[in-house]
């Protein structure tokens, strides 16, 4: 397929520019795979469309303020963005400057920190963080970084974001970028889940600047994906194969829960990671379900790929000609997933990062026979 085919039009006031408060008072589009079927709903109406055997699984990675901005040795400004922590003194940075970074170069940062250039790993900088401040890189970031708002919000950070770009359950410091399906959850939203008894598990997948990368081929396989780092624990894989076992439903919030579970439940033989953990999950058929797995991921799903782990997804409107469009597609199909979008433009839903909701089930030809 082509990446043209995943384009859509979308008129540019539609894209959320802030937070709805609160949370839950966002809208919610429900989308039928195979049908097509589509209804227009509140946030605070999907928990009714659940039931007691389903299963929600959320991902709890924290988005740490990523961006802070320097002065390299020569005078130019410069602006790193930090994709991930390596050790307590270095790690993988974007950079943006009017010229890269050479070898050894060093950057004045905020508060008397200074990193230097060790080398480079595609894209992204090698970068040591001198020792001459209390804690690590992480710290440091979480103490003199902004926020990284999305490229499509145009407007600076504000003190808010570090709150309202954040979901009420993260825990696990290193994102870059939010994993928006889970900002429509409030309390108010959880505890009509638990009235309804809708149990729930997380896994950790932390969001990186590659999640904004375009596509840039034309022929979508060979788009280049970006890797992420990940962990699905035990007890997680325990909860998505006991809830088959019941005949419930795995409903994954977000595409990065889906990217996760599909990862561990990915066939080693067909050239997936190995599993962090190699016992059988419980109460799943060899080779079924997902196993503990910790590590990176490039999975890069579009349409023709069958889900093993997941069945059913909350998402948010993703960008056109975007990978986490065709994940969307690869779900529900791409006419009906486009003819829902044309429907949510016409309607005035909210996009993106900030924007509204979508609670897709899939097509039964996206599903892997179970």
Do not use: W
């Not at 974007?94 to 200074?114: E, F, Y």
């Not at 729930?200 to 904004?212: D, E, I, K, R």
């Amino acid at each position: 397929m082509k990446r043209t085919d995943f384009h859509y039009e979308l008129p540019k006031e539609l894209i959320a520019q802030r937070p709805i408060v609160p949370r839950s008072a966002s809208r919610l589009l429900e989308l039928r795979g195979g049908g097509g079927a589509c209804r227009d709903l509140g946030f605070r109406d999907f928990p009714a469309l659940l039931r007691p055997d389903d299963l929600l699984v959320f991902n709890d990675t924290r988005v740490i303020p990523a961006r802070v901005h320097g002065t390299k040795d020569s005078g130019g400004r410069i602006e790193l963005l930090l994709e991930r922590v390596l050790s307590a003194q270095t790690a993988l940075v974007h950079a943006r400057a009017s010229k890269g970074l050479k070898p050894q170069a060093r950057v004045l940062l905020p508060g008397g920190q200074t990193a230097r250039m060790l080398g480079r790993d595609g894209e992204l900088y090698h970068l040591e963080f001198s020792g001459e401040f209390s804690g690590d890189v992480l710290q440091y970031f979480e103490a003199h970084g902004e926020v990284p708002l999305p490229p499509y919000i145009d407007r600076p950070p504000e003190d808010c974001d570090r709150e309202s770009y954040q979901t009420v359950y993260a825990r696990a410091p290193g994102a870059v970028a939010a994993p928006t399906a889970g900002l429509h959850f409030d309390a108010d939203v959880f505890a009509a889940l638990a009235a309804r008894r809708v149990r729930h598990a997380f896994v950790t997948l932390h969001v990186g600047a590659g999640t904004f990368q375009p596509v840039r081929a034309e022929d979508i396989e060979r788009h280049e994906m970006h890797t992420e780092y990940l962990e699905v624990p035990q007890a997680t894989c325990d909860a998505v194969n006991s809830t088959r076992a019941a005949g419930g439903r795995v409903i994954a919030v977000g595409t990065t829960v889906v990217r996760s579970l599909e990862t561990a439940a990915a066939p080693v033989a067909a050239g997936a990671p190995a599993p962090a953990v190699a016992e059988a999950p419980v109460g799943a058929a060899p080779g079924r379900g997902p196993r503990p797995f910790r590590g990176p991921t490039r999975l890069f799903i579009k349409p023709g790929y069958r889900f093993r782990a997941v069945d059913a997804m909350v998402t948010n409107f993703h960008l056109p000609e975007s990978t986490l469009l065709m994940l969307c597609a690869a779900f529900v199909g791409r006419d009906t997933l486009l003819a829902a979008y044309a429907h949510a433009v016409k309607q005035r839903y909210r996009f993106f990062s900030y924007g509204d909701a979508m609670f897709l089930t899939p097509a039964q030809s996206a599903l892997e026979l179970r």
